[in-house]
């Protein structure tokens, strides 16, 4: 079985200002899991992924995302927000099974 | 660039009506998904094809909602008859197939039911 819960639905930064978005998970096998971005009325693009290789995953756009086994989380960051930054963020676990299972998404607001 | 090609892009419709939506895979995928995504519920996953089989539409409601794959190249989803609860962006996903994939998402079909 496998879950992943991300800790705020919603999180607000000043454009310029660091940005963390919370997931944790939860999984019987060994997780690969996933940052998905969407943008408004778009469908969903991956940002990065993580798949037992480097601890510290680097993706599209400045995000990168550190995979912490102890604490079963796979916090996604980037050292400055910017305005074209705001969207729907997805945490997905996937690897323990086909079907790769959604978090219910974090909203982040850039203000100027 | 490869993508996934979802229509239509916007639908709306009266109470009772079918509604079709479709789903062009990327060339050599042979996953789909069928997600419903509300601001209620989030992302929901409504159905799992692989090799064009479906493999878990236990998210489906039966009664109203059928998803089949005629061929590789096509993926749809249907409703019949469609109550206003329906209203939401429906998306398609595609992928290779393996446990660790990424998914391809199309646009998706914004549907609403009057």
């Known amino acids: 079985a496998q879950s992943v819960t991300q800790l705020d639905s919603h999180v607000s930064v000043s454009e310029g200002t660091p940005v963390l978005l919370r997931c944790n998970y939860s999984?019987?096998?060994?997780?690969?899991l996933f940052w998905y971005v969407q943008h408004p009325n778009k469908g969903l693009q991956l940002l990065l992924k993580?798949?037992?290789?480097?601890?510290l995953v680097k993706g599209i756009n400045g995000f990168e995302a550190e995979f912490k086994k102890s604490e079963t989380s796979f916090h996604l960051t980037k050292p400055s927000a910017h305005m074209s930054d705001a969207a729907e963020y997805f945490c997905?676990?996937?690897?323990?099974?086909?079907?790769?299972?959604f978090g219910r998404g974090t909203s982040l607001i850039v203000h100027p | 660039d490869a993508r996934v090609t979802q229509t239509p892009r916007h639908k709306v419709t009266e109470m009772g009506q079918e509604v079709t939506m479709r789903c062009q895979p990327i060339?050599?995928?042979?996953?789909v998904f069928w997600y419903r995504q509300t601001m209620m519920q989030g992302l929901e996953l409504l159905a799992y094809?692989?090799?064009?089989?479906?493999?878990?539409d236990s998210g489906m409601p039966k009664d109203r909602f059928s998803a089949e794959m005629p061929d590789a190249t096509l993926a749809t989803l249907k409703i019949q008859p469609s109550e206003p609860r329906d209203s939401a962006v429906y998306f398609c996903?595609?992928?290779?197939?393996?446990?660790?994939?990424?998914?391809?998402f199309g646009s998706g079909t914004q549907l609403s039911v009057l």
């Open positions: 996903a595609s992928g290779t197939g393996s446990k660790n994939e990424k998914l391809f």
């Open positions: 060339l050599g995928h042979n996953t």
């Open positions: 999984s019987s096998y060994s997780p690969s």
């Open positions: 094809f692989r090799n064009r089989a479906p493999l878990d």
């Open positions: 997905v676990v996937g690897g323990g099974s086909y079907i790769p299972t």
């Open positions: 993580y798949t037992s290789a480097a601890t």
